[in-house]
């Protein structure tokens, strides 16, 4: 069960972004209205306005939080052709403002001839670094050399993407094997150019960042990009927002001790979603990667999971207004989860299991010559059951038993769950 909480927001116009910070404590959002607003989670839940400021004179797309070890930090970015970087200090004790919080201005970046549509911040591992992207093409990356002076930033990579910049996102990954990397996506409509989304390295040789990859699939408007979690992995998944949902796996191929060049990758797509039937124009992953989050112009926020086979699939939809979602859009690859209630309907039983608020999808069987096939039971001796179990019974009941059959001995009820198992049966006189 998912539960909605409207906040009255009280933005004058359209609000583009919306950005936690590192603890999931205090909120920003920005706007149409040339503002940003800083909001802080109470004990209770309830989100309060904090700080409200005008940080710019053009529509506001983005704003992100820097890593709290840099203290309370947010960068901005705008129509009005510039980026801006904004810090929280609280009044000294001789101030009037003594012990209020207030936010100022540290410094304007004032390069990009144009738009500037996305702002973010590096891995805090690589110090306090910020890059931008424009509709000028143009991604750029910026240091603070003293994190204690937030004035001061210097412009120390101009990368040239030949297409209008719309988002970006850097490889969280602090692993050695993998340099600095950025995902860059466009927006640009010039069909001339296939591969809207550009993969960046960083070449410890030439100290530049060099092309790695072009993903030449995708071909439409790309709105958001995401790179997940890494926890050491040794690929890279990367989320593409665009017409639809999209799941990359970036493999690095071994590199010759002799090569110099940016890594090389095969490019695996593992999912496709066009649940969202319309634009789709945020990605988020959870902390552990193990969740994707995406929403669209049909007004809902999907989610969606892996199992052990690596097999996407739809794990809840919540609309805006908290209502439930009894479909799924007609498209055959969601689940038909039951959001924001606690009503569970017969096919969700049948389908999978339900335990709390969580819905439980049922696994796909095996791909045909997986290295997984052999683990299963033929389905003919696969028993499904619409029953739910309690966690405190010390025996599950088995499937005749449910329907109404005396109930089984322990030992068959172990030969029913374990047909793929052989029983190691001791001679009597043992």
């Known amino acids: 069960m998912f539960v909605a909480r409207s906040i009255a927001a009280d933005h004058k116009d359209l609000i583009h972004d919306v950005s936690y910070d590192f603890h999931g404590r205090r909120m920003a959002t920005c706007s149409s209205d040339q503002s940003v607003k800083v909001w802080d989670k109470s004990e209770s839940g309830d989100w309060h306005c904090t700080a409200s400021w005008k ?6 797309w983005r704003v992100t939080w820097a890593h709290p070890e840099f203290g309370q930090v947010l960068a901005s970015c705008s129509f009005d052709r510039t980026a801006a970087v904004w810090e929280e200090i609280v009044g000294e004790s001789n101030d009037k403002q003594r012990g209020q919080s207030h936010w100022i201005k540290r410094t304007t970046l004032v390069d990009s001839r144009t738009s500037v549509t996305d702002v973010k911040f590096a891995p805090k591992h690589m110090g306090l670094m910020l890059t931008t992207c424009s509709a000028d093409g143009v991604v750029r990356v910026y240091e603070a050399p003293d994190v204690m002076n937030l004035s001061q930033w210097s412009l120390q990579h101009e990368i040239s993407c030949k297409l209008s910049c719309s988002c970006i996102s850097w490889n969280p990954s602090s692993s050695r094997a993998h340099p600095p990397m950025i995902a860059v996506g466009s927006d640009d409509s010039n ?139 007609g498209q055959p690859g969601a689940m038909n989860t ?37 683990l299963l039971p033929p389905p003919s001796l696969i028993e499904h059951s619409d029953a739910q179990f309690s966690p405190h019974s010390q025996l599950p009941q088995s499937p005749m038993a449910i329907h109404g059959q005396p109930p089984q001995s322990p030992l068959s009820l172990h030969r029913l769950y374990s047909h793929s198992r052989a029983l190691n049966t001791l001679p009597e006189h043992d």
């Open 55 to 60: 940080t710019h004179s053009g529509s506001v």
């Open 191 to 329: 069909v001339m150019y296939g591969g809207k989304v550009q993969i960046y390295e960083y070449n410890d040789n030439t100290r530049k960042y060099a092309k790695a990859e072009t993903l030449m699939t995708v071909t439409d408007a790309v709105h958001d990009i995401a790179f997940s979690p890494n926890l050491g992995r040794s690929f890279h998944v990367l989320a593409i927002a665009t017409k639809d949902v999209r799941i990359f796996k970036l493999v690095p191929l071994r590199k010759e001790s002799s090569s110099t060049g940016p890594t090389k990758f095969e490019v695996q797509i593992v999912a496709q979603f066009d649940n969202h039937n319309s634009q789709v124009w945020r990605v988020s992953w959870n902390i552990t990667s193990t969740l994707l989050a995406s929403s669209g112009d049909d007004g809902c926020v999907r989610l969606w999971k892996a199992n052990y086979m690596d097999n996407w699939k739809c794990t809840g939809i919540l609309k805006g207004d908290g209502s439930p979602v009894n479909g799924s859009s």
């Open 338 to 374: 039951m959001v924001g209630s606690t009503v569970q309907t017969s096919q969700n039983a049948l389908n999978g299991s339900a335990a709390g608020r969580y819905f439980f999808p049922p696994l796909d069987a095996p791909r045909a010559g997986s290295r997984y096939g052999h």
